[in-house]
């Protein structure tokens, strides 16, 4: 168990004033510290705006001087008795006394574990705050930073965070503000654990998510049945953010259980067009270039984020009547619920992305990982996925 302290008596209790509980779990002991307080000035801002109620959970792990500890706590919006003005009070649940590894499983598990034993409400929805780099593994490219969380030198890998939300009560939703985490491999990997993923295709800026609107959207969220709806609004309201004007976006909601199926049909389509994948191999730089790409040559000067709609319709191109009865098969494949982008996405001007064939989805594209030894590492790795298995051989 973590080293803990449990509220005194004299501690204002958490109380739970919704059906709907919001943990937003922040791994920030890392290069986004500093952005920790002013997200969470827009969440008390988004609860002092909301018409209805959400009990809004904060899991805080930063490097802040002075508070640098790991805390769990509930924004609670309450009313002044005198001027029955709203404002937000911190009500802790945990106050841990000793620094802890954020990004160990065994600890997401305790910390969810813990919100919702507090607040066992009907719909129940997660936020990961970190770095994000998909399912690219820590251990393999340690000079970036961006991965699915990170703590100092520690790094949450996909799978970790599977296998810490299977000790958990299952999730509604999962929304990522993290780089690179609307793909088809998050998907897929946490399909059983939550019902939508929610997060952007490209990086994302670190100024956050628009959580002054987003949260009281989320709010209006009262039962399961209206979780999809309100997700989906919530890309909408994305896309009105002026927060992404200088830099662009991407935004999507996926829904995990059409994963599998997604999945197994690629490696159907990938299995029935062996040529294609060996032109891929042979020479990727002839290729990559008509796919819609999502930035970021992490591996030598590969890209490794594609647009799944672009590779399927390569190749499918020339395909028989087999081919185009898988093609059929993906398209009808409803996983993207809701997506919205910009024009164009910048990552503070090193490179300029044109988002005109973004439709939604990312991915890998196995064929295009770099050279040999390099793609040997990555290959190894992409099949730790539960979606890397399935399409690369079709378990």
Same mark, same amino acid.
């Given at each position: 168990?973590?080293?803990?302290?449990?509220?005194?008596?004299?501690?204002?209790?958490?109380?739970?004033?919704?059906?709907?509980?919001?943990?937003?779990?922040?791994?920030?002991?890392?290069?986004?510290?500093?952005?920790?307080?002013?997200?969470?000035?827009?969440?008390?801002?988004?609860?002092?705006?909301?018409? !209805?109620?959400? #009990?809004? @959970?904060?899991?805080? +792990?930063? $490097?802040?001087?002075?508070?640098?500890? =790991?805390? /769990?706590?509930?924004?609670?919006?309450?009313?002044?008795?005198?001027?029955?003005?709203?404002?937000?009070?911190?009500?802790?649940?945990?106050?841990?006394?000793?620094?802890?590894?954020?990004?160990?499983?065994?600890?997401?598990?305790?910390?969810?574990?813990?919100?919702?034993?507090?607040?066992?409400?009907?719909?129940?929805?997660?936020?990961?705050?970190?770095?994000?780099?998909?399912?690219?593994?820590?251990?393999?490219?340690?000079?970036?930073?961006?991965?699915?969380?990170? !703590?100092?030198? #520690?790094? @949450?890998?996909?799978? +970790?965070? $599977?296998?810490?939300?299977?000790?958990? =009560?299952? /999730?509604?939703?999962?929304?990522?503000?993290?780089?690179?985490?609307?793909?088809?491999?998050?998907?897929?990997?946490?399909?059983?654990?939550?019902?939508?993923?929610?997060?952007?295709?490209?990086?994302?800026?670190?100024?956050?998510?628009?959580?002054?609107?987003?949260?009281?959207?989320?709010?209006?969220?009262?039962?399961?049945?209206?979780?999809?709806?309100?997700?989906?609004?919530?890309?909408?309201?994305?896309?009105?953010?002026?927060?992404?004007?200088?830099?662009?976006?991407?935004?999507?909601?996926?829904?995990?259980?059409?994963?599998?199926?997604?999945?197994?049909?690629?490696?159907?389509?990938?299995?029935?067009?062996?040529?294609?994948?060996?032109?891929?191999?042979?020479?990727?730089?002839?290729?990559?270039?008509?796919?819609?790409?999502?930035?970021?040559?992490?591996?030598?000067?590969?890209?490794?984020?594609?647009?799944?709609?672009?590779?399927?319709?390569?190749?499918?191109?020339?395909?028989?009547?087999?081919?185009?009865?898988?093609?059929?098969?993906?398209?009808?494949?409803?996983?993207?619920?809701?997506?919205?982008?910009?024009?164009?996405?910048?990552?503070?001007?090193?490179?300029?992305?044109?988002?005109?064939?973004?439709?939604?989805?990312?991915?890998?594209?196995?064929?295009?990982?770099?050279?040999?030894?390099?793609?040997?590492?990555?290959?190894?790795?992409?099949?730790?996925?539960?979606?890397?298995?399935?399409?690369?051989?079709?378990?």
């Amino acid at each position: 168990a973590t080293a803990c302290d449990h509220k005194s008596n004299d501690d204002p209790m958490p109380e739970t004033k919704a059906d709907h509980t919001l943990l937003i779990y922040i791994a920030g002991d890392n290069s986004l510290s500093s952005n920790c307080k002013d997200n969470i000035k827009l969440m008390k801002k988004g609860l002092l705006n909301s018409p !209805d109620d959400i #009990n809004l @959970l904060i899991y805080k +792990d930063n $490097r802040d001087t002075g508070d640098g500890l =790991p805390v /769990l706590f509930q924004l609670k919006r309450t009313y002044d008795k005198k001027t029955n003005a709203a404002k937000i009070d911190t009500v802790y649940i945990q106050k841990y006394t000793q620094d802890l590894n954020s990004c160990d499983p065994s600890v997401m598990a305790e910390v969810v574990n813990t919100a919702f034993k507090s607040f066992n409400t009907t719909v129940k929805g997660m936020e990961l705050w970190s770095h994000g780099l998909s399912w690219i593994p820590s251990y393999q490219f340690q000079p970036s930073t961006r991965y699915i969380g990170q !703590d100092n030198n #520690n790094f @949450l890998e996909l799978w +970790d965070i $599977r296998k810490a939300l299977e000790q958990c =009560p299952k /999730l509604d939703y999962i929304s990522f503000d993290a780089c690179f985490t609307g793909m088809a491999e998050v998907a897929h990997e946490l399909d059983g654990v939550c019902d939508y993923i929610y997060g952007p295709i490209t990086e994302i800026m670190s100024f956050g998510f628009p959580y002054d609107t987003m949260l009281p959207i989320l709010a209006s969220c009262k039962n399961k049945t209206s979780v999809e709806s309100a997700l989906v609004e919530c890309v909408d309201d994305f896309s009105k953010s002026s927060s992404f004007d200088r830099f662009g976006y991407t935004i999507t909601l996926l829904k995990t259980e059409k994963a599998d199926d997604l999945a197994t049909a690629v490696a159907k389509l990938r299995k029935a067009s062996g040529i294609k994948l060996t032109e891929l191999s042979a020479n990727p730089k002839a290729y990559e270039a008509r796919m819609q790409h999502y930035g970021r040559a992490v591996v030598g000067t590969r890209y490794v984020f594609y647009d799944l709609a672009d590779y399927v319709d390569y190749m499918a191109e020339d395909g028989d009547a087999n081919i185009q009865a898988i093609l059929s098969e993906i398209n009808s494949n409803n996983i993207v619920v809701a997506y919205a982008n910009s024009p164009y996405f910048s990552d503070g001007g090193l490179e300029k992305i044109n988002l005109s064939g973004c439709k939604g989805l990312g991915v890998s594209i196995p064929e295009f990982f770099g050279l040999t030894s390099q793609q040997e590492k990555l290959i190894v790795c992409y099949e730790l996925t539960k979606w890397g298995r399935k399409v690369m051989n079709g378990v």
